[in-house]
């Protein structure tokens, strides 16, 4: 097995950074969502990123590594030539379900897929395949171009050598892979986090604080960004649907707080609609104590 050609699913936050980080690395990449418009966002999010990169010197030429992408709302044509298909559609099971089943139909027989879930158990996600022993997890972190971690989660019936394979993979694309052998809901970053988000929410209205208070305090303490901050940067819907699947796999303490759910229901998704707990409509919001 050797891996040329990647698909990427989903061109969000996630999708499109991954497709970047895969084609600096020098593998050709189609990067598929399910309108025009959604790929061309996730295109101008990699242009704008490659500019600065290029800038700075980081990489020889943007336009050489664009070349590499080819954006596509057609499923059939982002993964019939693919080795291995990352996935990276919306937390929602029966989105994966669906794009899962359709995939296995479209794809080579020997192709890779991974996803990149932040919650769900892989083995759940690779039995909507006829090939759970070539299923893995490829967990990236958000921006995937500047964070090093990638989780590589093995299914119940995951191969040795895809594991193997995997491992290598990310190595080859710049990043540090962890192998995560036991597949629980979260991996290890996420499951060690989930906690946090209920502590938060409920510390939060006992004592009555502000996201900016909670948030510059995390900064004084040399945070890279505070609780809600970050929220706003991932994705309310992110953590809302990642949350759901927590209450549903692992306790219903889980649950998102109602006021995430109305944010949710309103589009105050964070920093990708402009407004989450921040406004962010005239860039990055100013937090100090
Ligand atoms: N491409 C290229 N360059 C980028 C970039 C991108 N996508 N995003 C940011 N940069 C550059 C900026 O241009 C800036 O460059 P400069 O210093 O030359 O001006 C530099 O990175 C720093 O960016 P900013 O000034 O905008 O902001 P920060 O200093 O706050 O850094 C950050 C941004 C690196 C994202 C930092 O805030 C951080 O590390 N935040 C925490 C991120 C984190 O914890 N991610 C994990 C989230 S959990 C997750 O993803 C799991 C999932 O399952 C939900």
Redesign the pocket.
């Known amino acids: 097995m050797e891996i040329k050609t990647v698909a990427v699913l989903g061109a969000g936050l996630m999708g499109h950074?991954i497709a970047e980080v895969c084609a600096m690395a020098g593998y050709n990449v189609t990067m598929r969502d399910i309108k025009q418009e959604f790929v061309d966002r996730g295109m101008n999010?990699i242009k704008e990123?490659l500019a600065?990169?290029e800038q700075?010197g980081k990489i020889k030429s943007a336009e050489e590594v664009l070349s590499r992408i080819k954006p596509t709302v057609d499923l059939e044509e982002a993964v019939k030539d693919a080795d291995l298909v990352i996935e990276a559609v919306p937390e929602v099971v029966e989105i994966k379900k669906q794009v899962w089943e359709e995939v296995d139909k479209l794809a080579k027989p020997d192709c890779i897929f991974t996803s990149n879930t932040?919650?769900m158990r892989i083995t759940m996600l690779a039995d909507f395949t006829s090939r759970p022993e070539k299923f893995a997890g490829l967990?990236?972190?958000?921006?995937p171009?500047?964070?090093r971690l990638v989780e590589v989660i093995r299914g119940e019936k995951t191969s040795d050598e895809v594991m193997d394979l995997l491992v290598e993979f990310v190595k080859s694309i710049g990043k540090t892979p962890v192998r995560v052998e036991k597949d629980v809901p979260g991996f290890i970053?996420?499951r060690v986090?989930a906690p946090r988000g209920v502590l938060l929410h409920a510390v939060v209205e006992a004592e009555n604080l502000t996201p900016e208070e909670v948030d510059a305090a995390f900064r004084k303490a040399g945070y890279?960004?505070g609780p809600f901050e970050?929220a706003d940067?991932?994705g309310i819907d992110?953590?809302y649907n990642?949350a759901r699947y927590f209450a549903r796999a692992v306790s219903p303490e889980y649950e998102p707080p109602e006021r995430v759910r109305k944010m949710v229901e309103e589009g105050r998704l964070g920093r990708k609609t402009g407004r989450g707990w921040y406004d962010w409509s005239g860039g990055?919001p100013k937090i100090d104590l």
Do not use: I
């Open positions: 950074g999010m990123s600065k990169l700075k932040s919650t967990h990236f972190f958000n921006p171009v500047l964070m970053a996420n986090v890279p960004m970050l940067y991932v992110v953590n990642a990055k």
